[in-house]
């Protein structure tokens, strides 16, 4: 039987390294993005746009995607925005709210939506960061939304008795948000000194392209299960041998 995965926000970045990784292990690819995945054409790639901060878009975007899809074997919850780089005095609370509708409450409204479908569901991957446990000055929405993404695994684990569910890191990778982390002119390095890490990490391979991130998550998936149900794991603390 042909394997399944859904794949929030892969028009891009690791989303988008996400897809063809698994297109290429023979996977039917679901996925949910606000541009599209563009550049790749093959009937096993099903792909339906959607704007996750208009949560009234979600459902019917599901609907069109998943309604005749009765199993999938991952669910990579991945979408999410950085959010601006300030003081977290300096952040309106409007911004916040935005990161939080994307980053969070919109994943809320998938895993809600995939449980009312009763759907058989072997492992939801919701793509967390280091950020959600370690704090930096500037990264103030980013950091409360991946924090708040890692409880809503540990919620919402014990309601999906039969599925795995993990808040998993994926370490460094090189996408459009390290253009705006490493533009000089958008974020201040000696103001913000963790940025700084960054961007002597770009180029190197402790920042890897999303298609080596992608390869690298897919090895390691399967060893998500060896943590209890809701845990929070960092890539970079597992072994990544297949």
Not at 18 to 25: D, I, N, P, V
Not at 131 to 145: C, D, E, I, T
Not at 189 to 204: C, E, H
Request: glycine letters at 8%; charged letters at 20%; aromatic letters at 6%.
């Amino acid at each position: 039987m042909t394997q399944s995965v859904f794949i929030t926000g892969n028009s891009g970045g690791l989303g988008y390294g996400l897809t063809a990784e698994y297109l290429s292990r023979g996977y039917e690819v679901y996925g949910l993005s606000r541009r599209g995945c563009t550049g790749i054409d093959t009937k096993a790639l099903h792909d339906v746009r959607c704007d996750l901060s208009r949560a009234s878009a979600i459902v019917p975007a599901l609907e069109s995607l998943l309604g005749e899809v009765s199993r999938l074997n991952l669910v990579f919850l991945n979408a999410g925005v950085l959010g601006d780089i300030r003081d977290i005095t300096e952040t309106p609370l409007a911004d916040i709210l935005r990161v939080m509708d994307i980053n969070v409450w919109a994943n809320k409204i998938i895993l809600d939506w995939l449980h009312a479908r009763e759907l058989g569901i072997e492992q939801i991957v919701l793509i967390s960061s280091g950020a959600a446990v370690k704090s930096h000055k500037g990264w103030g929405a980013y950091s409360l939304s991946k924090a708040t993404l890692n409880m809503l695994s540990q919620l919402y684990a014990p309601e999906y008795p039969d599925t795995h569910l993990c808040a998993l890191a994926p370490g460094l990778v090189d996408t459009a948000m390290q253009d705006h982390l490493c533009n000089p002119d958008e974020v201040d390095v000696d103001r913000y000194p963790s940025v700084q890490k960054l961007r002597a990490a770009r180029g190197t391979d402790r920042m890897p392209t999303p298609q080596a991130a992608a390869q690298r998550l897919a090895q390691v998936i399967p060893k998500l299960k060896d943590h209890p149900s809701g845990s929070f794991v960092d890539v970079r603390t597992m072994n990544a041998a297949p």
